[in-house]
């Protein structure tokens, strides 16, 4: 499995961007996938999820209102949507995907990142 993360960029505080991550190899239907993030000198941190059964969605606080994370099985994508975008979400955005679970740990496949630049 592979998993292509795009749509990063820069953009202004306020501004929106929408991240996708592609999967090849194997359909993920039955997996659970979500977003990570890694800044500068900081450890990675779990930013959203989406989860196969139901659909559950999950998110970090300091998302909560702005990030909606979504998938179109059809094309074995995930997206997430950022909107008010702050210089604090500057970041490389991971995405992940696992038959179980999300913890960073146990995650079985990673997309190789995508660099969200936010300016002030």
């Known amino acids: 499995v592979q998993l292509q993360a795009s749509g990063g960029g820069l953009v202004q505080a306020g501004g929106s961007l929408r991240l996708s991550c592609t999967a090849s190899g194997r359909t993920l239907e039955s997996y659970a996938m979500g977003w990570f993030r890694q800044a500068p000198g900081k450890k990675r941190e779990f930013v959203a999820a989406i989860y196969s059964r139901g659909g559950n969605q999950y998110y970090a606080d300091f998302v909560k209102g702005r990030f909606t994370v979504s998938r179109d099985y059809a094309k074995n994508t995930m997206y997430l949507q950022m909107n008010s975008l702050k210089p604090e979400d500057t970041a490389v955005y991971y995405c992940?995907?696992?038959?179980?679970?999300?913890?960073?740990?146990?995650?079985?496949?990673w997309g190789q990142g995508t660099q969200v630049t936010v300016s002030s």
């Open positions: 992940a995907a696992d038959p179980d679970t999300l913890a960073p740990s146990d995650i079985d496949y």
